[in-house]
T-cell receptor
């Protein structure tokens, strides 16, 4: 199957700093990528839909100025958590949708963010 | 009402048992349906797609009932390695507006 990578796999940072997470589709082009957040023992919650070359679409309740998304190429989307706070500590997972009309999303391995 | 609802479990079953999970969804316009498996602290992985005609993959059978707006997953002859959280996933058209259920936890014991 298609492979999606994320970097870093885990990060610990101080409160107030910004953290950038990369999501790459390694063997296919992804016109659409999704960013999810998962708190312990909860399901994945869609944060935003990222389309190559255009602005991301954020879900209700997700602050676009805090979670900056850039999808500059067909294989890379980045999520920057700005001025991170302890409540932003979570598991962030991206997924990519191949631009072939299918509905299966391929998930990255996730990034565990801990804000001290 | 949640858009996608699942029984959180946990389901504790012995090896070899048959176990079934249900999932209901609220949007009748939903287009595609999946079951994903998620192991602890890992990303979800696609288990199988769910079609109106039903589909089977080895010990796993998935079914969709559009009239009642639910999907099901049946696992036969449970293995220890089946222990995981099973996520029901519902998509709008073109893969957009993906909604994940909260997951059903399964523990298979020897």
């Amino acid at each position: 199957g298609a492979v999606v990578s994320q970097h870093p796999s885990w990060v610990i940072c101080k409160s107030g700093t910004s953290v950038k997470i990369e999501c790459r589709s390694l063997d296919f082009q992804a016109t659409t990528m999704f960013w999810y957040r998962q708190f312990p023992k909860q399901s994945l919650m869609l944060m935003a839909t990222s389309n190559e070359g255009s602005k991301a679409t954020y879900e209700q309740g997700v602050e676009k100025d805090k979670f900056l998304i850039n999808h500059a190429s067909l294989t890379l989307s980045t999520l920057t958590v700005t001025s991170a706070h302890p409540e932003d500590s979570s598991f962030y997972i991206c997924s990519a949708l191949p631009g072939l009309g299918g509905n299966e999303q391929f998930f990255g391995p996730g990034t565990r963010l801990t804000v001290l | 009402r949640k858009e996608v609802e699942q029984d959180p479990g946990p389901f504790n079953v012995p090896e070899g048992a048959t176990v079934a999970f249900n999932c209901t969804y609220s949007n009748s316009a939903s287009q595609s349906f999946f079951w994903y498996r998620q192991d602890c602290r890992k990303e979800p992985k696609l288990l199988m797609s769910v079609y109106s005609s039903g589909n089977e993959d080895g010990r796993f059978t998935a079914q969709l009932n559009r009239a009642s707006q639910y999907i099901s997953l049946l696992i036969r002859d449970s293995k220890l390695s089946d222990s995981a959280t099973y996520l029901c996933v519902v998509n709008g058209a073109g893969g957009f507006k993906t909604i994940f259920g909260a997951g059903t936890r399964l523990f298979v014991k020897a």
